[in-house]
């Protein structure tokens, strides 16, 4: 079963981007290819939950690290101790994350935004049914992600 903070799943899209992103993109990225994930290995990619903020899903993690430690030199999110948080990927893993870079890495941090929003969404369902910062299930994001596979729909 996968394990890996969200933090270390956003420093795989500034390795693959190759310079730092924008923080919201880096949340909807790694929600995203953590939505890919759980569709299609049946398993989370990060052990922390995405919360349904106003710009779309969010990892508290990310937000508090990216606030309270800044980035490194290359844009990676950094521990305690300085150095960047880093996942050791299955190759499926990093299959799915580099699927999602391929897909969704032109898109800029807004238009994944609005991905984010569309109706019937786990972002739409939890923060108008539950309110805002409410956690995303992982129930739901599957569900979502099943869905858009089946669908072959490039929204997210």
Not at 33 to 58: F, M, Q, R, T
Not at 104 to 114: A, E, I, P, V
Not at 131 to 147: E, P, T, V
Request: hydrophobic share 35%; charged share 20%.
């Amino acid at each position: 079963m996968s394990d890996h903070s969200s933090a270390a799943i956003a420093n795989a899209f500034v390795d693959l981007a190759g310079h730092s992103l924008p923080q919201m993109k880096l949340h909807k990225l790694t929600y995203m290819a953590h939505g890919w994930y759980l569709a299609i290995a049946n398993e989370p990619l990060v052990s922390d939950s995405p919360e349904a903020w106003d710009n779309g899903p969010v990892f508290r993690k990310i937000w508090d690290r990216i606030r309270d430690y800044g980035l490194d030199n290359e844009g990676h999110i950094r521990m305690t101790n300085g150095k960047p948080f880093k996942a050791k990927l299955t190759p499926s893993e990093k299959a799915v994350i580099s699927h999602v870079w391929k897909k969704y890495g032109k898109f800029s941090q807004f238009q994944l935004s609005d991905m984010t929003h569309q109706p019937d969404t786990p972002w739409t369902q939890a923060y108008f049914n539950e309110g805002r910062n409410a956690k995303l299930s992982n129930d739901a994001i599957q569900k979502h992600y099943q869905q858009l596979a089946m669908a072959g729909r490039v929204s997210a």
